[in-house]
């Protein structure tokens, strides 16, 4: 669906003295490991899910005489695993942008050292991705990063660990030119892959005035400044264009930010709601969401001002009862979402969840076939348990098939179709089924279904779906397309 971006902005950070990287998303195909020769640099970049492929990739390639060195969220936490299991010679953590350079040389010179710590680099320093790489037509969606960071603190969450808590934003101008670039390939679909869009709230403003130092206040500000900036420069590109991002739903109360979103054509955003209880909201950390009707309003109002919410929803809290889900679905119905996905908790690695979780002794001793459940990335996929907590009132298996009724409820013909109504023409309302189904078959069957025969069948149907709804998203590449800014300055310059 969408461009992977990390792997095109080290694509740039490599830079041109060793000719152009080769570059394989196995979400498309699988890297052909008889191309992998001695002395090459093979770089994998791998989170808690993919660990256990990436680490058979990463013993073939050693294996063939290859450099590995490991990156991503999941080895930056247990960089001693991507030695163990994946036969590392090097480990990245942090931020690679400006380290993988030196990485490079390094293994080329024959001297990697065994971890670098590319930290948290600066905003001025994030990496354009190199889109000219980009094989054609196989992704609907590009990506561009807007800012890295969120200030929360979410119980399920690594972001605000690894990325940090001080939003990092990229300079507006630099945005501006990656998203023309990739309008001229043809790209109408941008996902802004930011961890959290809204970085400044009115709550945060106001706890900033109450200090006597102004300095902070003057910080948040001008944060807010420049996302006003970059939206009033997003709204100048052309009108074909949609953007997506993800947010808090404290942007709701902030009427001028959505009108702002709109006019840059932000129609869609993923809204961590998790819970639509007061009590699940506290067993996540998440008291700055709203429960009952105050969520529907502010879910709502998005709707109102003209974004698109996908709304995020978790089950398995150990506040959530046997009505849970099919009262979660009928929020989701009054609030006018327009996408909804249901999640089952799962304790991952870098998060405040795991930590309690692990430390159970209970988790601590459980394995299965022989490897620690504390380590459940490790186990094959399909010998890894759905749910790994023990719930208060329900059993495993009716939190399972709760989640999966929530999607099917929330997904079925009847609704979908009612919900298409945000579209006009019949085409449009077509395009808003195939989609929807899409969603469901890529997320819903293969995460939760544990037989094996569905989680196969859901696949061949979403890549059919994939196929089918793959133009819809495209759009007539404009390679003479300006930059606004460039533009204007280049009419000064003239005058
Ligand atoms: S879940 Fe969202 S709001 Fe919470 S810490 Fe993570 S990125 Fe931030």
Redesign the pocket.
């Known amino acids: 669906m969408i461009t992977p971006r990390w792997l095109y902005v080290l694509a740039a950070a490599t830079g041109t003295r060793w000719g152009d990287p080769r570059i394989v998303d196995e979400t498309l195909e699988q890297v052909d490991i008889g191309t992998i020769d001695p002395g090459d640099v093979v770089g994998i970049g791998i989170h808690t899910g993919n660990a256990l492929r990436g680490y058979e990739i990463g013993r073939e390639a050693r294996q063939r005489g290859a450099w590995v060195v490991f990156g991503g969220i999941h080895p930056t936490l247990f960089p001693d695993e991507a030695a163990t299991h994946g036969a590392a010679h090097s480990v990245v953590r942090g931020d690679g942008d400006v380290i993988w350079p030196q990485v490079i040389a390094d293994c080329l010179a024959g001297r990697p050292q065994a971890i670098y710590d590319g930290g948290r680099i600066e905003a001025d320093h994030f990496a354009a991705a190199r889109w000219d790489l980009l094989p054609e037509g196989r992704y609907m969606w590009a990506s561009v990063q807007t800012v890295r960071g969120?200030?929360?603190?979410?119980s399920?969450?690594?972001?605000?660990r690894t990325?940090g808590?001080e939003p990092r934003q990229r300079g507006v101008d630099r945005v501006i030119r990656e998203i023309v670039e990739l309008r001229r390939l043809g790209f109408r679909f941008i996902a802004l892959a930011d961890?959290?869009f809204y970085p400044v709230t009115f709550a945060d403003l106001a706890q900033a005035k109450r200090r006597a130092d102004g300095t902070w206040l003057r910080e948040l500000e001008t944060l807010r400044a420049e996302r006003f900036e970059l939206m009033a420069r997003l709204a100048e590109l052309p009108a074909d264009l949609v953007f997506f991002t993800?947010i808090?739903m404290e942007a709701a109360e902030d009427p001028a930010f959505l009108d702002a979103m709109r006019h840059a054509k932000i129609r869609g955003a993923l809204v961590?709601v998790?819970s639509v209880t007061t009590e699940g909201l506290k067993d996540?950390?998440?008291g700055?969401n709203l429960a009952g009707e105050d969520l529907v309003a502010r879910l709502r109002a998005f709707r109102r001002h003209g974004v698109h919410v996908l709304g995020s929803f978790i089950f398995g809290l150990p506040s959530d009862t046997e009505h849970t889900f099919d009262a979660t679905v009928a929020l989701a119905e009054r609030s006018d979402l327009t996408f909804a996905q249901f999640v089952l908790l799962t304790p991952f690695p870098g998060t405040v969840d795991f930590e309690k979780w692990a430390a159970d002794e209970n988790h601590r001793n459980a394995t299965v076939d022989g490897l620690p459940l504390t380590e459940h990335w490790l186990i094959p996929e399909d010998r890894r348990p759905r749910l790994y907590t023990a719930h208060p009132t329900m059993s495993l298996e009716e939190i399972r098939l709760g989640t999966q009724r929530a999607w099917d409820r929330f997904y079925c013909w009847r609704y979908v179709w009612a919900r298409s109504r945000v579209v006009k023409s019949f085409r449009a309302r077509m395009a808003f089924v195939l989609i929807s189904k899409l969603y469901r078959q890529m997320y819903a069957n293969t995460g939760i279904a544990t037989d094996s025969a569905r989680v196969e069948r859901s696949a061949r149907w979403a890549r059919w779906l994939g196929y089918a709804c793959r133009r819809l998203f495209l759009g007539k590449p404009m390679p003479d397309l300006r930059i606004p800014g460039e533009q204007l300055a280049g009419t000064h310059t003239l005058s």
């Open positions: 969120c200030p929360k603190h979410c399920f969450c690594s972001v605000w990325d808590q961890d959290n993800q808090t961590g998790e996540v950390y998440k700055f």
